[in-house]
T-cell receptor
């Protein structure tokens, strides 16, 4: 069964410092991986996805993620954090079952706090 | 230019009541989803429709019934509400390709349901 884990409930960084939000996955077959961000009292917004190709994926708002097949990881990164990046971040994997429904399985979420 | 909209934004009701949440998307997508986000922010798929056909039906109580009058709308009706139904419900939509449904999903702003 497909699953995704975000090992950190919260990540704290200082503004201007690089940030990393971790995600590991378990899939049978090819992994299709996504990152979403949720600001308070808002719906989820898509940041980026890995389907195939380059292991470094660039997304919205200066975020990028590195796909590592050997470590089954898809960590979200940003070179210089902003206070406005403070939010809840979700990693997700598409369920690769035979039904091909596009079902996403989400990690438990990681709260990012960027302090001035 | 709201892409995915939900009504109402807040819903407070008594146990045992029946209520509906409406969702509409103007993105021209043919697949729509309902998610439940619990108090710990954990996000789980409930249902999905593709071109008005139910394609995902997770293990949810049969008090929950989705209805899709057309591919731009997916409503959620809940009978005999219970305290445990209190959560934020998100609607989402995405394009769907039979060759691989790995398109990102676009989320609505959520409906916060409180059952007293």
């Amino acid at each position: 069964a497909q699953s995704v884990a975000q090992p950190e409930d919260q990540v704290n960084v200082a503004e201007g410092n690089p940030l990393t939000v971790k995600c590991t996955y378990s899939v049978s077959g090819n992994p299709y991986l996504f990152w979403y961000v949720q600001y308070p009292n808002r719906g989820l917004q898509f940041l980026l996805k890995y389907i195939t190709g380059d292991n470094l994926v660039k997304g919205s708002y200066g975020f990028e993620a590195e796909f590592n097949k050997s470590q089954t990881s898809f960590h979200l990164k940003k070179p210089s954090a902003l206070v406005s990046d403070s939010a809840l971040y979700f990693c997700a994997v598409r369920d690769g079952g035979s039904s091909n429904t596009g079902k996403l399985i989400f990690g438990q979420g990681t709260t990012l706090q960027v302090k001035p | 230019d709201t892409a995915v909209s939900q009504t109402p934004k807040y819903l407070v009701t008594q146990m045992g009541n029946d209520k509906s949440i409406k969702c509409e998307q103007n993105l021209g997508h043919d697949t729509m989803y309902w998610y439940k986000q619990d108090s710990k922010k954990f996000l789980k798929i409930m249902f999905s429709y593709n071109n008005k056909e139910l394609i995902i039906n997770e293990t949810v109580p049969n008090r929950f019934s989705p209805k899709s009058p057309d591919k731009a709308h997916l409503n959620l009706h809940i009978n005999s509400l219970e305290l445990g139904d209190s959560a934020v419900y998100f609607c989402a939509s995405s394009p769907f390709r039979t060759s691989g449904s790995y398109n990102e999903q676009f989320f609505g702003p959520g409906t916060r349901l409180t059952v007293l």
